[in-house]
């Protein structure tokens, strides 16, 4: 049973409708919230380290959305693959550039004036469809799904799971081969 705070009636056009709000829904609201906040100040910030600080932020709330919606392998993915290697890949790059990383460097978006209102129209076609769906609720499940996923990889998808691991190699050992440089043209 639901930790009820206090409901609230919402009237739309002649229905009247009971939200209850429950400790999940506030932390949802909450995680929810910070990402949207984050995600915002991504676009937003005109220093671009700064801005990958935020997209961290974004990323860990992902994960809690995740972690909240009980897809606690999803989660996790987020946070090693996210959060691990591809925010240190972007910052890697930035350091290594060193323009970007200059004071003098201003972000501009010089594109709101066309974003702003193709923003504004996406989001009243998401909250149209947010409110007009039926939405049918399914039971989470009651444990941790990581075992789940990890038995299904290991038994029903263990040859494509293998052949993706194949693929992968081929692609690394071919990135190598092309980034090696050529030291046979070399005078020295």
Known sequence: MPFDLHSINLLDMGKQFVFT????KISFLAVAFMTFASA??????????????FLVLT?????????????DFLAAVQV????????????????????LMAKRVSQTMEQWIVALP???GILVVLIRLVVLNPWGMKAA????TTGIIGTSLMTK???????????????????????KEDKSDDPS
């Open 59 to 71: 990323f860990l709330g992902v994960a809690g959305i995740y972690l909240l919606l009980s897809a």
């Open 21 to 24: 709000l429950t400790l999940q």
């Open 80 to 99: 090693l693959v996210y959060i691990g290697a591809i925010t240190v890949l972007i910052m890697f790059a930035l350091m290594l550039t060193s323009k």
């Open 118 to 120: 193709v923003t504004l």
């Open 40 to 53: 915002v100040a991504v676009v937003t910030m005109k220093n671009i380290f700064h801005s990958l600080l």
């Open 141 to 144: 499940p009651a444990g941790p």
């Open 157 to 179: 998808y263990l040859l494509p799971f293998e052949l993706a691991s194949i693929v992968l190699l081929v692609a690394v050992v071919g990135a190598i081969l092309l980034a």
